[in-house]
């Protein structure tokens, strides 16, 4: 395991917010129900084992426990408070808890920074004080406007859902999931599905306004926490990416998986109007780029993401994941079939000496893949042992799905196949076992209890394995390749016309097209004639980055003669206001036509794009990103990613392109991104010809800009 990052201490320091001694509640009644109540109720209920100090001038006594006028009236300084109390009130009692010395405070107040939305209101000025003050004293703080957090290994139920009245979490010895969540009322429905399901789920923790604790510090303090196995976290948007992407390395490395549902799909509106590539990059999709970079799944729904939250209690996450499906219908087997491919789920053939032996047991059947031991079973229930046997033993499934439907849950075969599979299970216990069964809820946790992943529906049992095979892809990979050396290139004040932005894209080490800046036409023609006909002639301007667009580019020009008229016609083109520094002149070089380029997120900063340019980036958006700066191993990664891939590899007897001066390029264009700085907004190469020989940037536009906000 490699060192921890830096925000290691970060996460740590949330120990005493999540696990304290004693705990102090402003606003506390004497009425279970309310929202100053519900947290003694439930720590009582769930016997926590801490100090529990009411504070409320108006009571001796609340809910059995001797209650406190004030924080000074305490006869300890708590671990932790939680500030139940409005307006102004909230914002005195963080400071002075800050000022004695408490560890942390979960504020449940609202009416901060959610009912702001210009950011620069009284409101969001309020919660900016709140949050200095408990920075300087070193205190954490959760909130505010968050609904709190549970976590019942120690009976400590610092928040006031109601979920609680529908039972409390199942203590299990393992397979524990840790719930992270920006959204108070979602996180605890995760939590109640969860719970009704039978899943354990000791920890959740919600962050509301997320002032200082973010979602990443708690995923971060969920990975380092030994008790925690799995993490299923659910954000609207993400405020703050070192911590979560910190986070997410410290889980990958503890091979605990996150399975995450992030919801909006925005646009980068900031920089979309000058860059190509911006245009494509949605805030959704630089998100999903990120986390699949640090081996996130990400989750389309709830029953999506508790699914796959449910598989991977089980901890066993292949690597080269196989589909081996038995069932007892050969509809079924087409349906998840279905469900597989389009999952690219890989369901190979059983052996063919391994078909003929199944074939000999039951001559009607059909053993390829999926395997149907048919209704004979009725008469013989010990087929299901040797069929299933067979398919692990022989097909070398990772992943096997049993669909025995309602013969599952019939009290007169359950004990048969239970058995069956128990024993084929116990033989080969590092593959994934699934039931598709309907059974009343005493089968259904036998299964359970016997080590069986039990599902109803069998499309959601497929992505559910699909699911914990890229887990395994992500805690099995190769450390990423160091990304090549680049001189630092220093940018200037603003946006560069195109000749000059390929200067300093040259000084990265990223090859560009032959060219020439000519301000006349007669240099235009000795250039023309230096590179070789046919040219391309383009209007040069810091003021105008899309030159096709007004008629600034023409392609073919095959002779001196129609340079000069080439040079004339792209000089009248350009708009009375623009600056103009010219004509450039560039050979015209033909192969694949590609597109890289660079997004500045507020977020994750430079992310890099790559597709294959033409109708395929501006319709298909055929397009893959990653966060930067990266290896050429990872840019050829993206690069043969893409479905159009092929293209780029030989397809029909074409040549294929020289990928590694492609990738080459790609890195390089990565770390000249990452060591750029916040100025650079945006970089857009396009075409990139990629060729047998190598690979050239024909355009190029590099925006340079004020930082953006987050």
């Known amino acids: 395991m490699t060192d921890k990052p830096p925000h290691a201490a970060r996460f740590s320091s949330l120990t005493p917010l999540f696990s304290p001694r004693s705990v102090a509640i402003l606003g506390a009644s004497t009425d279970p129900t309310r929202i100053g109540g519900r947290p003694i109720s439930y720590m009582k209920q769930r016997g926590f084992a801490g100090r529990i100090m009411p504070v409320n001038p108006n009571r001796a006594e609340i809910q059995g426990l001797p209650a406190y006028g004030t924080l000074k009236d305490l006869p300890e300084v708590p671990d932790v408070a939680i500030v139940a109390v409005a307006g102004e009130a909230a914002e005195a009692a963080v400071a002075e808890l800050a000022a004695m010395g408490t560890k942390g405070a979960i504020v449940f107040t609202a009416g901060y920074a959610e009912v702001d939305p210009s950011g620069h209101g009284p409101e969001t000025a309020a919660q900016n004080r709140m949050l200095a003050t408990a920075k300087a004293a070193g205190m954490r703080m959760l909130g505010p406007n968050c609904l709190g957090l549970f976590n019942d290994r120690i009976g400590f139920y610092p928040i006031f859902s109601s979920s609680f009245e529908g039972g409390w979490p199942p203590r299990k010895s393992g397979g524990k999931v840790g719930i992270a969540s920006q959204s108070g009322a979602f996180g605890t429905h995760l939590f109640s599905v969860m719970r009704n399901r039978g899943i354990a789920t000791p920890l959740c923790v919600t962050t509301g306004n997320e002032a200082d604790v973010t979602i990443g510090d708690v995923i971060g303090w969920m990975a380092e926490d030994p008790d925690t196995d799995v993490i299923a976290a659910y954000a609207e948007g993400i405020h703050e990416g070192p911590s979560l992407m910190a986070a997410l390395q410290i889980a990958r490395e503890a091979r605990k998986p996150v399975v995450m549902m992030k919801v909006g799909h925005s646009r980068i509106g900031r920089v979309a109007a000058q860059s190509h590539?911006?245009?494509?990059?949605?805030?959704?999709?630089?998100?999903?780029?990120?986390?699949?970079?640090?081996?996130?799944?990400?989750a389309h729904s709830a029953e999506h993401l508790i699914d796959i939250a449910y598989a991977a209690t089980r901890k066993i996450y292949p690597v080269g994941n196989t589909l081996g499906v038995?069932?007892?219908?050969?509809?079924a087997g087409v349906l998840v079939s279905d469900a597989a491919e389009a999952l690219d789920f890989p369901m190979p053939e059983m052996p063919h000496h391994a078909q003929a032996a199944l074939r000999?047991?039951?001559?009607?059947?059909a053993p390829r893949n999926p395997v149907d031991c048919t209704a004979q079973v009725f008469n013989d229930p010990t087929l299901i042992g040797q069929f299933c046997s067979a398919m692990v033993r022989d097909g070398g499934y990772s992943s096997v799905l049993a669909f025995f439907t309602q013969a599952g849950g019939a009290a007169t075969l359950f004990p048969h196949i239970k058995r069956e599979m128990e024993a084929v299970a116990k033989r080969y216990p590092d593959r994934?076992?699934?039931?598709?069964?309907?059974?009343?809820?005493?089968?259904?946790?036998?299964?359970?209890?016997?080590?069986?992943?039990?599902?109803?529906?069998?499309?959601?049992?497929?992505?559910?394995?699909?699911?914990?095979?890229?887990?395994?892809?992500s805690f099995?990979?190769?450390?990423?390749?160091?990304?090549?050396?680049?001189?630092?290139?220093?940018?200037?004040?603003?946006?560069?016309?195109e000749a000059d932005a390929k200067i300093l894209l040259e000084k990265a080490g990223i090859a560009v097209v032959p060219e020439q800046a000519c301000t006349t036409a007669e240099q235009a023609v000795a250039a023309a004639d230096a590179h070789g006909y046919p040219v391309v002639l383009k209007i040069l301007s810091p003021d105008i980055l899309h030159k096709s667009d007004i008629g600034g580019v023409i392609l073919g020009v095959a002779d001196a003669q129609a340079v000069r008229a080439g040079f004339a016609q792209v000089m009248a083109c350009a708009p009375a206001a623009a600056r103009i520094?010219?004509?450039?002149?560039?050979?015209?070089?033909?192969?694949?036509?590609?597109?890289?380029?660079?997004?500045?997120?507020?977020?994750?900063?430079?992310?890099?794009?790559?597709?294959?340019?033409?109708?395929?980036?501006?319709?298909?958006?055929?397009?893959?990103?990653?966060?930067?700066?990266?290896?050429?191993?990872?840019?050829?990664?993206?690069?043969?990613?893409?479905?159009?891939?092929?293209?780029?590899?030989?397809?029909?007897?074409?040549?294929?392109?020289?990928?590694?001066?492609?990738?080459?390029?790609?890195?390089r264009l990565s770390v000249f991104a990452h060591q750029s700085g916040e100025t650079l907004l945006s970089v857009d190469l396009n075409p990139v010809f990629a060729t047998p020989d190598g690979a050239y940037a024909a355009d190029a536009v590099i925006e340079i800009g004020a930082p953006l906000a987050p």
């Open 277 to 298: 590539t911006a245009s494509i990059a949605g805030d959704d999709a630089v998100t999903s780029a990120v986390l699949a970079e640090f081996g996130v799944v990400r």
């Open 326 to 331: 038995i069932t007892l219908s050969g509809g």
């Open 360 to 365: 000999a047991l039951v001559p009607f059947s």
């Open 432 to 473: 994934l076992y699934c039931m598709s069964v309907i059974a009343p809820p005493d089968m259904w946790a036998a299964y359970e209890d016997a080590g069986f992943l039990v599902f109803e529906d069998m499309t959601r049992a497929v992505a559910a394995l699909h699911a914990m095979g890229r887990f395994g892809v």
């Open 476 to 497: 099995a990979a190769a450390p990423a390749s160091t990304p090549p050396r680049v001189p630092h290139v220093s940018l200037p004040p603003a946006t560069p016309n």
């Open 581 to 667: 520094d010219g004509v450039l002149v560039a050979k015209q070089v033909s192969g694949v036509e590609c597109i890289m380029g660079i997004v500045r997120d507020p977020v994750f900063g430079p992310i890099a794009m790559f597709g294959l340019g033409g109708v395929f980036v501006d319709v298909l958006q055929d397009v893959i990103f990653r966060r930067c700066p990266f290896g050429v191993d990872e840019a050829e990664a993206m690069i043969r990613s893409i479905r159009a891939a092929p293209l780029l590899l030989g397809a029909r007897g074409t040549r294929p392109v020289d990928m590694q001066a492609l990738a080459d390029m790609l890195s």
